[in-house]
Every structure is written in C-alpha cells, then in structure tokens.
C-alpha cells in the first residue's frame, strides 16, 4: 500500500463524512451531527498530515556514480572456460 492509496483512503472517508454531515442538517438529525464533526476534523488533520510527509523526489546530478566492476575471480574464469569449451564440443 502506497502513500497514494493512504490519501485516497482518507479523501474518500471525508468526503463520506461531509456527505453524512449534509444529511444530518436537511434532516435535522442534530445528535449525528456532534458524531460527525469530530469524523470530519480527524480525518482531515490526517489528510493532512499524510500529504506532509512526502519526501520531493530529486533527480539532481546527487546521485551517486554506479560501482566498478568487479575483476574477475578463479571461479569466474574456470565458468566461462567450462563454457567455451561446451559450446566447441556442441557444435
């Protein structure tokens, strides 16, 4: 689960909220209406604060250069002879 899923999630929720809201007020259900305020605070504090974490992605020249190759071991070049050798005897 991503950061995008997280903020959809909680857009969702809040607009589920509001819509409650609106209906507690057209049909005058009052005692909803005290439940559904805080619902509505708490999820957009955590709306907000999801959306404050996200690191800026930087594509500057700060990245660092790609690690050297390694030489090549023993092992390393028994393979590739083992591997030559097969490909001679197969043709």
Do not use: N, Y
């Not at 999630?9 to 909803?32: D, N, Q, S, Y």
């Not at 999801?50 to 690690?67: D, V």
């Amino acid at each position: 689960m991503g950061k995008g899923f997280k903020d959809r999630i909680a857009f969702e929720v809040l607009m589920i909220l509001a819509v409650l809201l609106l209906f507690c007020l057209i049909t005058r259900v009052w005692p909803l209406v005290f439940l559904v305020v805080p619902g509505i605070l708490i999820t957009a504090l955590k709306l907000l604060s999801l959306s404050g974490k996200r690191k800026p992605e930087s594509t500057g020249p700060a990245a660092s250069p790609p690690a050297p190759p390694r030489p090549d071991t023993e092992r390393d070049v028994v393979r590739i002879a083992f591997g030559i050798l097969q490909r001679r005897v197969t043709e």
